[in-house]
């Protein structure tokens, strides 16, 4: 069973493969730029209450310390002793409780800034403080971040929000490109399913890229090259030996006939006469084969032909192996499009095919049906399945039940009605008969102005 994924399109797999590829880059992107950002939003505060507290420091140490320490911004400091004691503050600082514990100094001093609740001032906002040495005293400078945590969030909603309207925008890019890109592959498609068996010259178009796409076109050119050079050795091989063969077989009827006239019939003449004919049939029908694959368009062009008269033309042969019995509709005449050789032939396979294999009677029936007419040729044999109705136009196709080279036919007869009822825009169809048998139906255009 395949999957899912197997099932996509190509361009929705390359879409999707682009659009994961672009997701995690722009995910992981997106992670380091709200990193990198909040970390130096971080060090600058902080670097900026390190040089406060270094300034501090050193009036400390030159006992030139004022009192309140004049400090700019929000910026809170504090000089404490070693009992924590606050021996100096700026004005917006306690004087009474220190702004780090002892454990949280000794942390502050190692150099990382210790981040405390902002109740410790009497403020509600935390604040983030550092710590400078300065003699016996430390230096205590805090400082409160809510900007730079407001910038944080809104960095942090931006993306968020950004991120799928960016990949969206991407994915419907992405999607027109992809199929800019693999429109040519497209066209290839299209014009190898209109390459018929028939359609030698036909070509796939190159595109003027120079790309891979190019060099497929190119090549697969070149196979339909060789592919038609065999054909054409095949049909001509065809032709010229079904051609061949009528000589020798037209002058073995010949000497039959003329041996079962002096002689009288007798059953070794009858059988041998029989395969002389069956082969005679098959000859023909190789040579109208070979024509139809080479595309050879007949001398005459389609004219108005009364189908009613072909089907008393075919019908009229002696009675075969099973009685032939013919309706043709209220109208004297069935106008048609097509070629009286055509038609005559397409009637004559149907009609032999059902003879050969019909158990009492055949039944002819011509009728008009819209803008065409229908000649149906019924049998009541043992038919044919449905799932085999289609396949039996392939030429040498016999089927197992009753329908084997032993009853006369080669595979060809149903094979040449289509192709030649098709080549002027008619058809033929199989379907069961009311005697359960099966019914041939050619249906071809109507040939008066009607």
Known sequence: ?????????????????????????????????????????????????????????????????PDPIPVTGSQIVQVVDRRDRVVSASANADRLTALLLPGERKAALGGEPVVVPGSRMGG????????????????????????????????RTTLLVTYPLLLAVLALFAWRVIGAALRPVEALRSSAELISGTDQDTRLPVPASGDEIHRLAVTLNSMLDRLAASRARQRAFVADAAHELRSPLASMQTQIDVQQRVDGPSWQLQDLDDEVRRMTRLVED?????????????????????????????????????????????????????????????????????????????SVTAYEDGRRVVVEVSDDGGGIPRAD???????????????????????????????????DGGDVELSESATGGLTARLLVRRGDPR
């Open 1 to 65: 069973m395949r999957s899912a994924w197997h099932r996509l399109s190509l361009r929705a797999r390359l879409l999707l493969i682009g659009v994961a590829g672009v997701a995690t880059a722009l995910a992981v992107g997106s992670v380091a730029l709200y990193g990198v950002l909040t970390l130096a939003s971080y060090r600058t505060l902080d670097a900026s209450a390190t040089a406060t507290a270094h300034e501090v420091a050193d009036l400390v140490d030159r006992g030139r310390l």
């Open 124 to 155: 509600t906002s935390p604040l983030r403080v550092v710590a400078a040495p300065a003699g016996p005293h430390t230096v205590l400078v805090a400082q409160q971040f809510d900007d730079v945590a407001h910038s944080q969030q809104i960095l």
């Open 286 to 362: 190789l040579l109208v084969l070979a024509r139809l694959d080479a595309d050879t368009r007949p001398s005459t062009a389609p004219g108005v032909v009364d189908l009613a008269a072909v089907v008393r033309e075919v019908t009229a042969a002696p009675a075969g192996r099973v009685p032939v019995t013919t309706t043709l509709a209220a109208s004297a005449r069935l106008l048609v499009r097509g070629r009286h050789d055509d038609l005559r032939r397409v009637l004559g396979n149907l009609v032999d095919n059902a003879v050969r294999h019909a158990r009492t009677a055949v």
């Open 389 to 423: 109705r289609e396949r039996v136009f392939e030429r040498f196709t016999r089927l197992d039940e009753g329908r084997a080279r032993d009853a006369g036919g080669s595979g060809l007869g149903l094979a040449i009605a289509r192709e030649v009822a098709r080549r």
